[in-house]
């Protein structure tokens, strides 16, 4: 209600200058989230209702995105732990590259990311500060009114289609990176350019 209340009165023009932006795992195998499957009144369990699990599913990729008004800027992924130092890298790399793509000036953005500690560490806060990039206050436990989960959420989706799961993470970041290419819906600068 806070964050409602402190931007009911920004115009369109406002928020023409968002640059949203999160981070998002995608499994290799399968979702971390608990399925439902319903069944008949007496009917037992069938193939339909039970999906066999995997021991050791190689893992999931993590990848870092955002996107504005222009369109969805960079996606990279994301090398081991995400600390302070590996999130300013990220925002030196792939968000300035995504406000020169979209012909943008730094100071005309108000920069959207989460309450993480990464974000909010002296260092990106010093990062944001020297490159003149403003940011919007987030509330706490907002995930559902940040608009680029919607996109990830739509990318996840798409990868879902293949018949068949990757072979490995290798097949699977190919598969991001063709869905990316296939829908036009994210830049591919800050995947491994081997894939590009």
């Known amino acids: 209600m806070d964050f409602a209340l402190a931007y009911q009165h920004w115009t369109l023009e406002d928020w023409k200058g968002m640059v949203w932006s999160d981070e998002t795992k995608i499994n290799h195998l399968g979702s971390d989230r608990r399925k439902w499957g319903w069944k008949k009144p007496g009917e037992g369990l069938s193939d339909r209702l039970v999906e066999g699990t995997l021991k050791f599913g190689e893992g999931n990729l993590m990848m870092w995105s955002c996107m504005g008004w222009d369109g969805v800027g960079n996606v990279c992924k994301i090398e081991g732990k995400m600390d302070a130092d590996l999130y300013v890298s990220i ?74 799961p990757p072979r490995g993470i290798g097949e699977l970041l190919e598969r991001v990176v063709e869905g990316v290419r296939a829908n036009s819906c994210l830049c591919l600068s800050g995947l491994n350019q081997e894939y590009a």
């Open 91 to 164: 925002l030196d790399d792939e968000l300035l590259e995504s406000v020169e793509y979209w012909g943008i000036s730094v100071e005309d953005l108000v920069f959207q990311q989460d309450n993480d500690p990464k974000c909010t560490s002296k260092k990106a806060k010093k990062w944001l500060e020297d490159n003149g990039v403003s940011t919007i206050v987030w509330p706490p436990q907002s995930p559902d009114i940040n608009p680029i989960n919607y996109l990830q959420s739509y990318l996840k989706r798409r990868l879902g289609e293949y018949e068949e």
